[in-house]
């Protein structure tokens, strides 16, 4: 029996409304990298999203180095343009997000969050939909010093919940941070494909709305 919820945050439940392309592409471009490459994406969040950043030059300069890219004053201060652009964007919850979440709320399940994020980014959706009164549990990888896929913040987050495995249904959008560890784990994890980008992944919706069939 399903007693928890643990959602991904972005992609999953809310998403940047940017014109164009995302800041995030244009950093990886700006330093000839592909954001689409698992490799980078990890070597990005490790440098800047585990830990609470007020200065982003330091981190910058550190991922420029593990990357072994040669930087100049010039290159730091348009990397930290991009990055702050993001700050800025308008964060919005997909349309059907907030309705789901307080279904399950008075459906009695436990909600949680784990989120591999920037602490401002956190920060400015928190300040606009009080992220914190929605779930129980919340896991922000720049507090807990913890990056999925790690194991770890499953094990932390049954731990706070209070319950077991098999009591767990994770909902997320990466299959390699979200689905795939979980399922290892032994917590039953749902891929949500808003984009169907993958036709033919088995235990997969398009919605939240679909989500109470596999409750």
Do not use: C
């Amino acid at each position: 029996m399903i007693k928890a919820v643990i959602f991904d945050l972005w992609g999953t439940l809310f998403y940047d409304e940017v014109r164009g392309e995302h800041p995030f592409r244009k950093f990886a471009k700006k330093i000839n990298q592909n954001f689409d490459d698992y490799e980078f994406l990890k070597i990005f969040e490790k440098y800047l999203m585990l830990e609470k950043h007020y200065n982003l030059k330091i981190p910058i300069e550190n991922l420029l180095k593990e990357l072994g890219i040669s930087y100049n004053k010039k290159l730091i201060l348009g990397l930290i343009k991009l990055l702050e652009r993001r700050r800025t964007s308008q964060k919005k919850p997909y349309p059907e997000t907030l309705k789901i979440l307080g279904e399950l709320k008075k459906g009695g399940y436990k909600l949680s969050l784990i989120t591999n994020t920037f602490y401002y980014s956190f920060q400015q959706l928190n300040k606009r939909f009080n992220i914190t009164k929605l779930f129980d549990v919340i896991l922000k990888s720049y507090e807990i010093g913890i990056l999925k896929p790690n194991s770890r913040v499953f094990k932390i987050m049954l731990e706070k919940l209070k319950v077991k495995r098999n009591e767990v249904l994770m909902i997320g959008d990466s299959l390699k941070d979200d689905i795939e560890p979980a399922k290892k784990f032994g917590i039953k994890a749902i891929l949500i494909d808003r984009k169907n980008k993958y036709l033919n992944y088995p235990n997969k919706i398009k919605s939240l709305n679909e989500l109470n069939k596999f409750l």
